[in-house]
DNA sequence: TTTATATATTGACCAAGGTCACGTTTTGAG
DNA sequence: CTCAAAACGTGACCTTGGTCAATATATAAA
């Protein structure tokens, strides 16, 4: 049973996530190091590493929580009408994602986590993500505008391992890059609709 | 125009991979270290970087041939006959991939390389991955066996994605960690196969 | 053969993430 | 209040990928 953190550590951590946080601010995610954020800080380069294990860790707090604010926007606008409303409700996250290669890798490898380690914020926002998928599908489901014949969750899997799919792809070919939220779009359609033939 | 490359640097080069194939071998793909590569090869760091540029273009070589490897496997085996045909010719390029995380990440960074640079190895074996998905998906079409309405390549795209979906998942749980190729099918289904309801 | 130029190799050096034995501060039991 | 244990913080040190000016070797023209 451990015990309650002290008022001390709580204020290191602070510290140390509001220096990360202005870095990554007006530097970008990639440009984050860890000696600059102890130096800024004004701790010990060890200090850092028993709060929060890794360089990763950190990350994962500040992502985490960047990524939730995404999700709350999505909960409070409007729900999906037809497919092409979910790209666009995707946008901005994918947009996001999309900016810099060390958030995709970060959140690829938290991004099937679908089971413990519920105490991460990022491991959560994933659960959560599936979920808003789920309700959304069988919302497009309930008005017709989605093949109902399969479950809400395998779909909304499918979502999320073509989000991943054509953030690679961004990646890949820095020309002919077509926004994310577009991209993703055919695969949408296909996996959503019926067949027609 | 660049020359031809002497004899001696064909023999470094072939050093410095015969070594890392070892080391690849009976330590894995995450225990290699360049330092370990040039100080058994018996060349200095730097040649290391000269022919290689970093140690993911080492990688990337390796795990080039290594894949084309299971491509030629995929081409000489039966063409699928059903959706569960084509995850079980899937399954042994999907067991390596999925033994190390270093090569997952190595190769989607690499899976969207759908345009230019040729050169590679391994941006060859994805094109040509994509081009035997479409095959066998035109075959399983023309046997009704595959939704009819949609374009081979694009299909071929989605199985990608949820490749690399079923991949990133296994890296997440260690835990009730059903085989890839199993894991897979499922999407499978669904992408291929028309709804009926 | 001589020699200028392109090609290959070298190893000291750097960057940046990560470790850990030790010192310091806080806490709670007696 | 005292003191031992737990929690917290420190910074020297390690690991490993990567750089680059200097050096050595090969090539081909004169």
């Not at 037809?82 to 999309?98: E, G, N």
């Not at 014949?149 to 953030?167: K, M, S, T």
Request: with cysteine; glycine share 6%; proline share 5%.
């Amino acid at each position: 049973m451990p015990r309650a953190p002290q008022k001390r550590r709580l204020e290191t951590r602070a510290k140390l996530l509001t220096v990360a946080r202005s870095i990554v601010e007006d530097q970008g995610y990639s440009a984050l190091r860890v000696e600059d954020v102890v130096a800024q800080a004004g701790v010990a380069k060890g200090t850092f590493f028993a709060h929060f294990g890794d360089k990763d860790g950190l990350l994962a707090v500040i992502l985490g929580a960047r990524v939730t604010e995404f999700l709350d926007e999505m909960d409070a606008a409007p729900k999906p009408e037809q497919t092409s409303d979910i790209a666009a409700l995707l946008a901005p996250l994918l947009d996001f994602i999309a900016q810099d290669r060390v958030i995709f890798d970060l959140l690829l490898r938290y991004s099937g986590t679908t089971g413990t380690e519920i105490d991460e914020l990022i491991t959560q926002s994933f659960l959560r993500q599936i979920t808003m998928f789920a309700d959304w599908i069988a919302g497009l489901q309930a008005r017709g505008q989605v093949r109902p014949d399969q479950d809400p969750i395998l779909l909304a899997e499918g979502i999320q391992a073509f989000l991943n799919h054509v953030l690679a792809i961004g990646f890949c070919m820095d020309h002919e890059k077509q926004p994310p939220a577009e991209a993703i779009l055919p695969y949408l359609r296909i996996w959503l609709a019926e067949a027609r033939d």
